[in-house]
């Protein structure tokens, strides 16, 4: 099944703000969890052209934020519909991802941050070929996190 990307609107980005809800410590990854994060989400200027959504089958099943960090580097973001976390997808999500960016953005290495709790997402970054390079802790959803800074060479 091929995943359709979209440039995200202002109406998909608060529908996500909004209503997509993850369970347990995953809550963290709640739109509305940190302030700084929810605004750039909502606003179409600091958006820009760098959100899109993900769909399968006519459905929002994700989305993912591109950003050049410098002209070999592109920083990516993303999320799954809650609904869909835990199931299997994760794989061919990410990898339509990494298909997304390489053709689009043409970097020479592909890097995330995520939640050092996150065992499950690291699992899978770490299965397609991203390594940690860094350790990190950053302030964020009402407190201080431990995060991992993970790399892929493009």
């Not at 929002?60 to 799954?80: C, H, N, P, R, W």
């Not at 499950?120 to 940690?132: H, M």
């Not at 959803?141 to 800074?149: E, L, P, R």
Request: charged content about 30%; proline content about 2%.
């Amino acid at each position: 099944m091929d995943y359709i990307f979209q440039k995200m609107t202002q109406e998909q980005a608060q529908d996500i703000a909004e209503n997509w809800r993850y369970d347990g410590e995953y809550s963290f990854y709640d739109m509305d969890a940190d302030l700084e994060d929810l605004e750039e989400f909502l606003d179409p200027e600091k958006r820009g052209n760098n959100y899109f959504i993900v769909y399968q089958d006519n459905e929002a099943v994700g989305f993912y934020s591109f950003g050049q960090t410098d002209k070999e580097t592109l920083d990516i973001g993303l999320g799954m519909k809650p609904d869909l976390t835990g199931r299997g997808q994760g794989s061919a999500f990410l990898k339509a991802g990494l298909d997304f960016a390489k053709s689009n953005y043409h970097p020479q290495k592909i890097t995330l941050s995520v939640a050092d709790f996150n065992k499950r997402a690291i699992k899978l970054y770490e299965k397609l070929g991203f390594r940690k390079v860094e350790s990190f802790v950053q302030a964020t959803n009402g407190g201080h996190f431990d995060f991992v800074k993970m790399e892929l060479d493009g």
